[in-house]
């Protein structure tokens, strides 16, 4: 008790302290944040990179070797969801909410300023579609999946406490239990809390900005930090319930709702144009997948650039989500086989977010480049809401999105402070409400401050700078996890032989 105690208020009294500093030098936390980010970008952009690449890389093989067959819980034990349920909350939890902002933004962002190339072109607006599908595709997937999987294998089949620390035993033995472990575990609670609040910071965005597009409700930052509060009280709410309750109904009330969405584009919409589209570009991203995980420009400054602003800040986000989206998965999987998991983690969510970014992208690029509306020129929070008005039942179309945003914005929330409970609580399956209460005040106060002093940017900045040493760690935990699979594969083994004998 004492342990969680220790750990909860050390984390928490940085936390406090990190919103005191926000509230009372806001200039001076933004200009420290700025300067640090450009210098990781510019110094550690190339391990970001490698990093991302080995875990896909890393996962697949697991998958398909003998490891695969590994069963994650005791034996006899069934998993505790079903696959539509597991599905709805890793996916949910795994990337929901960014989904609704980038949809359509993302890849006329490129398409305006493409990695290459002339702008406004057609190979832009295919190079639009096959960077986002790389940035929320099968890589970043596939580092939620390793993380997963490692948390999942000592909760339920070692019955160890479901830190991150936890999973560096193999490699650094019992120094987990001292300050190297307790700096691991407040490294991995300050990455979530960062992550996290890019997801707070653009989701009461975009919920202000279809507001205002609707209704004509102002679109600044009073509003948004009002719009956070409220659903504050809701995500702590959800989160009171537990994970069988609150935020299971929620996570399949997305996918319903999502499903809808996605549709409603798809029928609504270019069907054809887009169908065709995505089939070409999908194509050409799996590819190409090789050398777009690895593409750098180092005598071309101004690609260069773009590759670190872009595609290196979506690999430090997902590295800084991994802690909280893999303790949730992790959470939610037991009874499953590691290969089971591990395909369903980096291929099911991955099509589908792909799916999404072809159909949402396809209609934008469409509206823009064939018929000449300006989707480009809107702003990042307004663009969907720019191409629903162009659909038929545009106003039941708008009407579903802010919900979904705002499902999506409760459900990544409620999931992220049960995580942060976890994490905090010596590993516990259900953290104290009063845990929850406190991460739930702290991740709104940062997502606030951020989101006052430095808006999308200030928020990107914090988890590009989280995510580094964080991308160490999940490093020697993916080693760590290669050398128990093999040591108790091996001792079962010989237990099996000398049954035998």
Not at 175 to 195: E, S, Y
Not at 298 to 316: G, V
Not at 442 to 467: S, Y
Request: charged content about 10%.
């Amino acid at each position: 008790m004492n342990k969680f105690t220790n750990m909860f208020w050390t984390s928490l009294t940085i936390g406090v302290l990190f919103v005191i500093w926000g509230v009372l030098f806001p200039e001076h936390l933004l200009s420290v944040m700025t300067t640090t980010k450009n210098q990781v970008l510019n110094t550690f952009g190339w391990f970001y990179q490698f990093c991302v690449a080995l875990f896909f890389i890393g996962a697949l093989v697991i998958a398909f070797s003998r490891f695969g067959q590994i069963k994650l819980g005791k034996e006899g034990e069934t998993p505790e969801y079903s696959r539509p349920t597991w599905f709805a909350m890793l996916f949910s939890a795994g990337m929901g909410i960014g989904l609704i902002f980038y949809g359509v933004a993302e890849p006329m962002t490129h398409y305006e300023s493409p990695p290459y190339g002339e702008s406004g072109t057609i190979e832009a607006a295919k190079l639009g579609l096959k960077y986002s599908y790389l940035h929320w595709g099968f890589s970043a997937w596939a580092v939620y999946s390793v993380v997963a999987l490692t948390l999942a294998y000592y909760k339920f089949k070692k019955d160890k406490p479901g830190l991150m620390s936890t999973t560096l035993y193999p490699v650094i033995g019992d120094r987990i239990n001292g300050p190297i472990g307790k700096l691991v575990d407040i490294t991995a609670v300050f990455a979530t809390l960062f992550g996290v609040a890019i997801s707070l910071g653009i989701g009461s965005s975009q919920i202000n900005g279809g507001l205002h597009y609707m209704f004509g409700i102002p679109n600044n930052y009073g509003v948004q930090l009002v719009i956070m509060l409220v659903t504050m009280v809701l995500f702590i709410t959800s989160a009171a319930t537990g994970i069988s309750k609150g935020i299971k109904i929620l996570s399949n009330t997305n996918l319903i709702l999502a499903g809808f969405l996605l549709l409603s584009f798809l029928v609504l919409g270019q069907t054809q144009f887009v169908l065709e589209l995505y089939s070409a570009t999908f194509g050409s991203y799996v590819q190409d997948l090789i050398h777009m995980s690895f593409r750098f420009t180092p005598f071309q400054e101004d690609s260069n650039q773009w590759i670190k602003d872009n595609t290196i800040f979506y690999w430090s986000w997902w590295v800084a989500w991994s802690p909280f989206v893999s303790t949730f998965i992790a959470r939610v999987s037991k009874g499953r086989t590691v290969r089971e998991f591990i395909l369903t983690v980096v291929i099911a969510p991955a099509v589908v977010c792909t799916l999404w970014f072809g159909v949402f992208g396809g209609n934008a690029l469409f509206l823009d480049y064939v018929q000449g509306l300006d989707v480009a020129g809107q702003s990042l929070e307004n663009s969907l809401f720019f191409v629903m008005e162009q659909l038929p039942f545009s106003g039941l179309l708008s009407i579903a999105g802010i919900i979904l945003i705002s499902t999506f914005f409760i459900t990544s929330a409620d999931s992220a402070i049960f995580v942060l409970g976890m994490q905090t609580s010596n590993g516990s399956l259900n953290p104290p409400f009063f845990v929850k209460l406190s991460w739930g005040i702290i991740l709104t106060a940062i997502a606030a401050i951020l989101m006052w002093t430095g808006g999308i940017g200030g928020l990107q900045a914090a988890t590009i700078i989280a995510g580094l040493p964080l991308a160490v760690i999940l490093l020697i935990m993916g080693a760590g996890l290669i050398k128990v699979f093999r040591t108790d594969m091996m001792k079962q083994k010989k237990k099996k032989d000398q049954h035998a004998a």
